[in-house]
Structure formats: C-alpha cells, structure tokens
C-alpha cells in the first residue's frame, strides 16, 4: 500500500466513550432535559425522559441508516413532541448545545495503538470522515486537543457537511481539502457498511477495517483488517 493520504473514521476506530463518559455524561444528559422540560412548564419523571431519550436515539439509528444526519437540536425537538412539552425554538436549541457540551465532562477513551497517528502524521496527510451524533465535530475536535492528537489537516463531520457515510460525498469533502484524488488513498474504520463500502464506492483502491474494538462482519471485504493502529505501519511499507 503506498497511499498519498489516510482518512480515518473516529467513533469505534480511534476512540470509545467508555465507561466513565457513560457512568458521567448519561445522568448529566437526563438532568439536563429534566430541567429544559420543567423551564418549558412540562416537568417529567427520569424514567419518562430517559425512554423519549431512547426513542430520540432509535429515530436518529434509523435516519442514519437511511443515509441521512439528525441534528441534535431536531433530536431535543422529538423528545419534547414524546413527552408532550411545547414546541419552544430557543429552549430547545439551548438544551442541544447543553447536551452536546456535556461530552466534554470526561475524556474519550483511545483505541489500541492510537497515537501512531503522531507518527503517520509526519509521512501522510491525514483526515478525519466521521458521522456524529451528541458530540459535534467542534466538540470531537476538543477531544482530539485533549489527547494530543490535534494531527489532522482536514475533516468531514457529518452535521457539518450534512453527508453521512458511506456517501461518497463525505469522504470527497476531505479528500478535497486534502488535494488528494480517492485514488490515491487509504480509509480506515470499524464499520464495513458505512466505511469499507463507502470508501471503496468512492474510488479508494484500499480500506482497512479496525477491529480492536469489535468486528463487524460484512459483505464488502476489506483490504486488511487490524486490532491495533500500530499494525498500519508494515501494511503502509
């Protein structure tokens, strides 16, 4: 393999939420709405906002699979429509970026091998094509800072770019601010759906798929599949 660039997926392939961002941001999250709900004049019981919560979380599983992006803010807006709170733009749209902030309590935890990124930074352009969810891409960009990784020179976050993988679309929005053409680059990521199919619909000769996490299986094969990044090197060579 002797790409002129590497995309990376984020969540799955570089980095986890781990047990302490859920033991910490999942009862900040519901606190959060239960005091949106109660300033919008419709209090709810924990046990009623954490399953709008879910059913929120199911809706934005379904349109992601339908290949489209759900904002946060449209993700607060059907929590409140479940729990029957009225419609109130400016609540909703502050609650959403409460929500989103609250990623920020704790850091991500890194997948195996991560920090060869510093090295294969120094050898290739990298960039991030990530689908996001609660955690934006500005925020996803903090976290990176955070773990010193802050090595990517270009990004394709969905609710930044409204593409989703595996739409080749998000995977041009970088290689284009890369300069590179998919024909001269290598993917990464866990998924083989999203990242091994798009990668390769787009024109990508190579996709690795990282399986340090869990393994996916798919119909589309990778070209490799690795459980540690530091395994990228020999490939690379």
């Known amino acids: 393999m002797k790409p002129k660039a590497i995309t990376f997926d984020f969540w799955g392939t570089l980095f986890t939420e781990g047990k302490a961002f859920l033991e910490k941001v999942m009862p900040a999250r519901y606190e959060i709405l239960l005091d949106a709900l109660s300033e919008a004049g419709h209090p709810a019981e924990e ?40 419609h109130d733009p400016g609540l909703i749209a502050l609650t959403a970026r409460k929500l989103e902030e609250s990623s920020l309590l704790v850091d991500l935890e890194a997948l195996p091998g991560v920090k060869v990124l510093k090295e294969l930074a120094q050898k290739y352009p990298l960039a991030l094509v990530s689908d996001t969810g609660l955690t934006p891409g500005r925020l996803l960009r903090e976290h990176l800072r955070r773990q010193g990784l802050d090595v990517f020179q270009a990004y394709s ?27 001269e680059a290598l ?11 798009g990668a390769f619909a787009t024109g990508y000769p190579w996709a690795v798929q ?27 060579e």
Do not use: C
């Open 47 to 86: 046990h009623e906002v954490r399953e709008a919560y879910r059913q929120a979380a199911l809706a934005f599983e379904e349109a992601w699979k339908a290949g489209e992006h759900m904002s946060v803010y449209e993700r607060v807006a059907r929590i409140f429509a479940l729990l029957g709170a009225p």
């Open 157 to 183: 976050f969905s609710d930044e770019t409204g593409y989703v993988k595996p739409r080749a679309e998000a995977f041009r929005v970088a290689l284009e601010a890369l300069g590179v053409a998919p024909e």
């Open 187 to 197: 993917h990464v990521g866990d998924l083989p759906q999203t990242d091994i199919k």
């Open 210 to 236: 990282y399986v340090g996490l869990r393994e996916v299986n798919g119909e589309i094969k990778p070209t490799a599949k690795i459980k540690d990044h530091r395994e990228l090197l020999p490939l690379l």
